[in-house]
Every structure is written in structure tokens, then in C-alpha cells.
């Protein structure tokens, strides 16, 4: 991978939020994309922008990342032209739920470990043999404040948060011996459809982790992780927290009303 020339990025969670501000940022900056999500209408409708704003190029995959026969079928499906990913952004994930673990629904747990955890391995397993075979890459994964610190009514979700940075620094140093690179991004509060997800649809209830603050919005995660992404090929960022300035930590965080 060469630091002037056009570099192919996979990002996964690219239907929305996060996700699609991260394609955006890097066909900004001319790579091409892969965006991959279960929602293809948005996908499609994403890939249509970059195409027609940017002197980019996208191709859509539809992935559910919860599911190896996904993640493979998917993956397979995707042109000799477009196999060659030299930056991988595990970015899909989820929280269901801010029940107590005493109250908390199986269900919900499952799909946050299978999701966040199960998908980014998934993802991860099938591209990063093809980056080892080349001796170059670099896999950028999308944690959260909730993997350094827990809290209540989030014991799950932070612990699929704690797995991708082990899972991250597991990897680091397995890796060591290569050129490839392995970055966490550990956001704090982002508004975007996070909560409406969390909150199963309430959008009353989802506004109110960002009431009277400035939250971050997706750009501000995508522009440090190209930023990452484009560090010269010595320098490796492992991990970064970004939070609003108005947080403090998981918990703490000032409102103005
Ligand atoms: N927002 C925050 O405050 C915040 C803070 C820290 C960390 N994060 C992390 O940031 C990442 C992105 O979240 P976001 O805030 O951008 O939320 P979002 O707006 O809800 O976007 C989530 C993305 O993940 C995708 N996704 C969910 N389940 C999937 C599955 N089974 N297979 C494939 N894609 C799936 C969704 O696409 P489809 O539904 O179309 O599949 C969507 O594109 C997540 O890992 C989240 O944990 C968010």
C-alpha cells in the first residue's frame, strides 16, 4: 500500500451513522469503497453520492455481519477487481437494551455478542489472510468508551466493546513481525441512529443521552479515522478515544439543561 496512491477500504455498518460518514471521508480523499450493511436501498443510495460528489468509486455488498454464511457468501460474490482491500473498517455494531442484567433479555445479549464481536471476527478472518499474502493492510476497528469503562444497564454491550480491544491489541501483536497496522477508535457520545436502535425505535427516549450537549456526529469519528488511516506506514495509532468535550468518561458528562 502506497501512501499517493488510491487504496480500496471495505467498511462494514456503512448504511449509516458512522459508518457512511467514514466512506464519505475516504472517497473524499479519492480511495475507493466497499460498503457493506443489511439495509442495500441505503447502500445503493450512498454508493449514487460518492459516485456522483467524489472522483471515487463504491461497490454495495449487502452483509449481515452476525452471520459467517453472510460474510462469505457476500465476500465471495465481489469482483477480482475489487479483492484487493488494503484498509478494513470493522465499524457495524449495536447496544439492544439499557436493562440491568438482572432484567435483561437473552435475546438482546446474543445479538449484541454476534453482531459486535462474532461479525468483526467474521469480517476479519476472511480478509486478513489476503493482507498477510501482500504484507500489507490495516484493520481499523470501531470500539467504544463502554471497552475502558463499564456501566450500569450496559454489562453486555460493554463487554462486546472490552472483546474488540482485546481482540484488537491480540492482534497488534500477532502482527508484529509484518507491515500491517491494527487501530481502535473508541468513541464517546455520537448522535446518530445508535440510540433510536438502542432504544428499539423510541426516538423520544433516543434523544435524551445527547440533551443539552454538543454531541459528536459521524464525521468527527470518520475524519480520525482516515487520519489514521493515512499516517505514514511507520507510525501506527493503536488505539484513540474521541469524546465531546462536555464528557468526561462512560458516565460523566455535563448538561447545559
Ligand atoms: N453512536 C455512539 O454514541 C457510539 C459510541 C461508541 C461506539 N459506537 C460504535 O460505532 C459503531 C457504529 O455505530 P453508529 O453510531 O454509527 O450507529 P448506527 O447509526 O446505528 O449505524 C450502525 C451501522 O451498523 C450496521 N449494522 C448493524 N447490525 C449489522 C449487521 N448484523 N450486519 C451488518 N451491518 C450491521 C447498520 O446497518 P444495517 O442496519 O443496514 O445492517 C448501520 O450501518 C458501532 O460499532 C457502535 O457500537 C457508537
Redesign the pocket.
Known sequence: MNQTSQKTVLI?????????ATALEFARSSDRVIL????RD?LEILKDKIEADFSSEAQVLE????SRQSVDLSLASLDDSWRRIDILVN?????AGVDKLADGDPDDWKTMLD??VG?LLYVTRKILPGMLERGSGHIIN?????GHESYPGGAVYCAT?SAVRAITNSLRMELVDTALRVTTV????????????RFKGDKERARTPYQGIEPLV?KDIAEVIVFAANRPPHVSLNEIIVMPTSQASATLVSRKN
Open positions: 462494514t455498518g456503512a448504511s449509516a451513522g458512522i459508518g457512511a457493506c450493511a443489511r439495509r441505503r452483509m449481515d455481519v452476525s465499524n457495524a455494531g449495536m447496544a453482531i459486535n461479525g470501531v470500539g467504544s468508551i463502554a466493546k473508541d468513541p464517546g457520545l455520537v448522535e446518530t441512529e445508535f440510540s433510536i436502535v459521524g
